[in-house]
């Protein structure tokens, strides 16, 4: 009996000395998945180290699907990006262009438009060319210039008549802005009259009425207004849809110091230094349609691919230079953060409409 006590004895011996390092990393490993446990309940996942992550158990990937829904200012929002080499794409030669939407050769039943917005087209025209006299009616036009000078001329104006900045300017720079109301008809060229390319945004929104009266409107916008915030550039026409020939005369805009628009669109521009962040507001405070709200984001193609931009917090919203975003089930008011994540300050269009 002494015997079988002694060799049982010996065997225990031997067996804890075997099994004496897994057992204290078990117990180890248990002790820092209850420290882990502990840390979820009082801790922000976006402080948790990549140990402790592991020792959860959890894929780094699902804890950082985790700290990208916790980072999410508009939960509710569907942000769908819109990448650049998926546009439609044309080079004549003289023109090298890309359409976010459905425009002349270029077709997707998928992109035809976005709430009010109708047409975004990122142009590159050579000197010394342009677009010839061309008509429009029923639709509202705008030209964001990004580089370069672009020389606007109609029936009301010819070559060398150029008046002072305002409804009698016609050759825009970078920084402004031509806005033109089609209305009942108007034929207008655009042509680049230096030996350098110009570089513009071409926009169209759908008028909330049609058979206006042709307008034009330009005016230019400070940069360093942009570098402070998203600056206002359009807003609806202040007296609306039942608008008077005196208030259509008047043209006041809802936002101060923007140019009216036809339609229930807000636009604006921000450059957004490395490393900072803009809030948007959708609807801008100038719109009486308080749901259901569209934003479009654009980031043009200006700093050779340095520029990048985060919505939202969200890593599946990184958009790089000539990418957008459709931003949908958002409503005024609701707050859209947009953060330079690149190389370069990024400058930022927001066309926020119904």
């Known amino acids: 009996m002494k015997l079988l006590i ?9 067996i804890s000395l075997y099994f004496s390092t897994p057992l204290q990393q078990l117990f180890s490993n248990l002790t820092n998945f209850t420290t882990a446990a502990t840390a979820t309940t009082t801790t922000p996942i976006a402080t948790i180290s990549q140990s402790t992550q592991t020792s959860l158990g959890e894929p780094m990937s699902t ?12 939960a ?8 650049s080499g998926e546009r439609g794409h044309a080079d004549h030669g003289w023109l090298n262009t890309y359409h976010t939407f459905s425009f ?8 035809q438009n976005f709430g009010s917005l109708r047409v975004l087209n990122e142009d590159r025209v050579d000197g010394g060319t342009g677009f010839p006299t061309h008509p429009h009616r029923d639709a509202e036009i705008f030209s964001y210039i990004l580089n370069g000078e672009l020389t606007h001329r109609d029936s009301m104006i010819k070559k060398g008549a150029e008046g002072k900045q305002g409804d009698d300017f016609y050759r825009m720079k970078r920084g402004d802005v031509q806005f033109t109301t089609g209305g009942t008809g108007i034929a207008h060229s655009e042509q680049n009259e230096s030996d350098k390319e110009v570089h513009f945004l071409q926009i169209w929104a759908l008028p909330w009425a049609r058979g206006l009266t042709p307008r034009y409107h330009t005016k230019t916008f400070s940069e360093d207004a942009k570098r402070a915030a998203f600056l206002p550039i359009l807003s609806p026409l202040k007296a609306g849809p039942g608008a008077s020939a005196e208030d259509e005369k008047a043209a006041e805009p809802t936002l101060p110091e923007t140019i009216p628009i036809h339609a229930d669109l807000v636009m604006a521009a921000g450059i957004i230094g490395v490393d900072k962040r803009f809030k948007w507001t959708v609807g801008a405070d100038a ?3 308080t749901g259901g709200r569209n934003v479009y984001i654009h980031v043009p193609m200006t700093k050779k691919g340095a520029m990048k931009i985060r919505l939202d917090g969200r890593e599946d919203a990184v958009l790089g230079e000539g990418d ?4 949908s089930n958002v409503n005024a ?22």
């Open 6 to 14: 002694l060799l049982s004895s010996i065997f225990i011996a031997s």
């Open 63 to 74: 804890v950082n699907a985790l700290k990208n829904t916790m980072s999410k200012a508009l």
């Open 76 to 83: 509710h929002a569907k942000i769908v990006p819109r990448r």
């Open 104 to 111: 002349s050769s270029y077709y997707d039943p998928r992109f």
């Open 287 to 289: 719109v009486k349609k």
């Open 324 to 327: 957008g975003a459709f931003v």
């Open 333 to 354: 008011g609701d707050i859209l953060s947009v953060e330079s994540i690149g190389e370069a300050e990024a400058e930022v269009i927001v066309l926020d409409s119904d």
